[in-house]
């Protein structure tokens, strides 16, 4: 098995997790960065996925399964978009290249984004799989997610043999992790939109990950949503994270924000934005019933942990 | 709450714009003219704005909607003086669609039903409305829809809601109905493309048609302004006698007298789901449904008398 991106935090909790599987054999994991945990039977490829030489480094591991993890959801302070492009779409077509060249291959995995959906005004409370194409693809991120997407149908379509399961993931939220909700949430007060109070939906990050290990035992063909059931207003969230809101009229909050960000508060991107505004739900019905995974924090038991842990961490 | 309260209120709150105030604030200054507990009331929401409530995963707040209650029985009992007849033909539970005609520019009708299930109904339960999309483009209004039990307009969430066993609403007419001109009132527009009785065939649920009578006078559109209404990214701007010559208390509805008449349900789990995509029924029992409430508009229109007397 391969994984991609294991120097991420999520990549290296999930090499940590297969890793103790007994059914998994063997764990390879591809990243520029090393993992951020000791990871004893990992084997760790260093290479950039960009880079066409994985088409070199891939095929002699001999895996049966690879696990795409390495997609970039809020370029960093040192990131540019154009490299969080470069990865998400130049990263998928080199990998891809690369599985042309893996004949052992069965399963791919790829832990995608929700985000695809966007999040509009006019959109059903719960995004089913089929809905992908609704709403016009308004952010480089969104285009990014649909790009690899489309990438990934088209590798399925030509391989029979190889099942790709394109996992479409609301955002983490866990003890320890960092993630753009987390690092929101962690602010002095937490900007929102005046007079908007979105559903958010989350998903809690041992669902997470174990949705990947699900889906690699039971790879069902396509898009599947994972998000913990049920979605939590913003403000009550705000107000579980034991934080203030601070209500900035919609036409201000850009130029508010981005002031925010040079006087060192969080900066949050386009995406992250449209979900303040107007939230997204999904519909986790496929996860359950196809795949056979059930999560077992709701998005308000996700928040409510990842709380509990921040007060006990302060 | 008596009439007199309620003028008192509008009598403070327009006091307060005239020397003014912002509308927030003028609202607080003309809260202070109402009882006690009514004010107590508008403390306890202004505090559940802030946050710590339980909503289910659609955002609606069952204890929001019973405290701003007193308000919306201010409407129904003494401003439009609400006479329902039939409450009792709604499911007592389990899933059933309410189809009902639409008018007035903003969904009161759609509150009023609410209130007339809540007084009327032996056993009150909360509709579920499907809402006009573009409001929930606007603050606060699409906060507050969510809050008592509004969603999407979209047929995804009619479909959840049901399979959910909700009561759910849904004005077929849509922007047709609440834009359209006081020449044309009380005339039913057309009824989409039965997109309701599909849904209703694919969850098995009764269609419950609802005939309101009174939501035709609350706005009397005499005008439309296309060009505004796409600087406010609305399907219409509608003018009325008293909007927007008054400014923001051009908002306050006419006390027009209204009938509500819940008619018999028409069941539609025989014909099993797949019934859904037979084009012929879905207009036959659309065009049905839409027959039995113009007849029934027409009926309660002679009950009801004069408009607002």
């Known amino acids: 098995m391969l994984i991609t991106g294991v120097g991420s935090q999520v990549g290296s909790l999930l090499a940590a997790q297969l890793e103790r599987d007994p059914d998994v054999e063997y764990v390879a994991g591809l990243d520029t960065r090393r993992p951020r945990l000791q990871l004893d039977h990992t084997e760790f490829l260093e290479a950039d996925i960009r880079d066409p030489q994985i088409g070199r480094l891939i095929p002699p591991t001999g895996v049966d399964t690879i696990v795409h993890e390495q997609i970039v959801r809020q370029p960093g302070p040192r990131m540019s978009s154009l490299a969080m492009h470069d990865v998400n779409v130049i990263g998928t077509l080199q990998l891809l290249a690369a599985c042309e060249r893996v004949q052992t291959l069965r399963t791919i995995v790829v832990r995608g984004s929700a985000g695809v959906y966007g999040a509009e005004p006019q959109a059903p409370q719960f995004f089913r799989e089929e809905m992908a194409t609704m709403f016009p693809l308004r952010t480089r991120f969104q285009r990014d997610v649909a790009e690899i997407e489309n990438y990934f149908e088209t590798y399925a379509r030509r391989h029979a043999a190889v099942r790709c399961t394109m996992l479409r ?40 990950l174990e949705a990947i290990t699900a889906a690699v035992r039971n790879p069902v063909p396509g898009a599947v949503n994972v998000a913990g059931p049920g979605t939590i207003g913003l403000a009550r969230m705000i107000r579980l994270a034991g934080k203030r809101a601070l209500p900035i009229a919609a036409p201000l909050f850009g130029p508010v924000t981005s002031t925010g960000q040079r006087l060192g508060l969080d900066a949050q991107s386009e995406d992250f934005q449209r979900l303040l505004r107007y939230g997204r739900g999904v519909d986790t019905r496929r996860l359950t019933d196809e795949v056979g995974y059930t999560p077992r924090y709701s998005t308000v038991a996700a928040v409510e942990d990842w709380v509990r842990q921040a007060r006990e961490a302060a | 709450m008596n009439q007199s309260t309620a003028i008192a209120f509008m009598r403070r709150l327009r006091a307060g714009l005239d020397s003014g105030l912002e509308l927030p604030e003028a609202l607080t200054k003309g809260a202070t003219a109402l009882p006690r507990d009514a004010r107590h009331t508008i403390e306890l929401i202004l505090d559940r704005l802030d946050g710590d409530y339980p909503e289910d995963e659609w955002g609606f707040d069952e204890e929001f909607a019973e405290l701003v209650e007193p308000f919306f029985a201010f409407l129904y009992e003494s401003w439009w003086r609400v006479k329902v007849d039939g409450a009792e033909r709604v499911p007592a539970h389990g899933r059933a669609l309410l189809t009902a005609n639409h008018a007035g520019i903003l969904p009161w009708d759609g509150t009023m039903i609410s209130m007339a299930l809540l007084r009327e109904h032996p056993l009150p339960r909360y509709p579920r409305f499907l809402v006009l999309n573009w409001a929930f483009d606007l603050p606060w209004v699409s906060s507050a829809i969510r809050k008592v039990g509004g969603v999407v307009a979209s047929p995804f969430n009619a479909l959840r809601l049901l399979e959910q066993d909700q009561l759910v609403a849904v004005f077929p007419e849509g922007v047709k109905g609440t834009g359209k001109a006081f020449s044309d009132r009380y005339r039913l527009q057309r009824f989409g493309r039965g997109g309701f009785v599909e849904i209703a065939l694919r969850t098995g649920a009764p269609i419950v048609p609802v005939a309101v009578v009174g939501s035709e006078e609350i706005y009397p559109k005499i005008a439309d302004i296309p060009p505004l209404a796409r600087v406010f990214g609305a399907p219409f701007f509608p003018v009325t006698p008293t909007f927007p010559w008054l400014g923001p208390l051009g908002v306050v509805p006419l006390p027009s007298k209204w009938r509500i008449e819940f008619l018999e349900p028409i069941e539609t789990a025989s014909y099993g789901p797949e019934a859904a995509a037979d084009r012929a029924l879905v207009l036959e029992l659309s065009e049905r449904v839409r027959d039995e409430i113009q007849q029934a508009l027409y009926a309660n229109l002679v009950r009801r008398g004069l408009a607002f007397i």
Do not use: E, K, W
């Not at chain 1, 987390?182 to 669902?207: A, E, K, N, W």
């Open chain 1, 169 to 208: 993931y609301q955002p983490a939220i866990g003890p320890n992790l960092r993630t753009q909700i987390t690092r929101y949430l962690s602010q002095p007060v937490c900007p929102t939109y005046m007079g908007f109070d979105p559903r958010i939906q989350l998903v809690h990050i041992d669902d997470a």
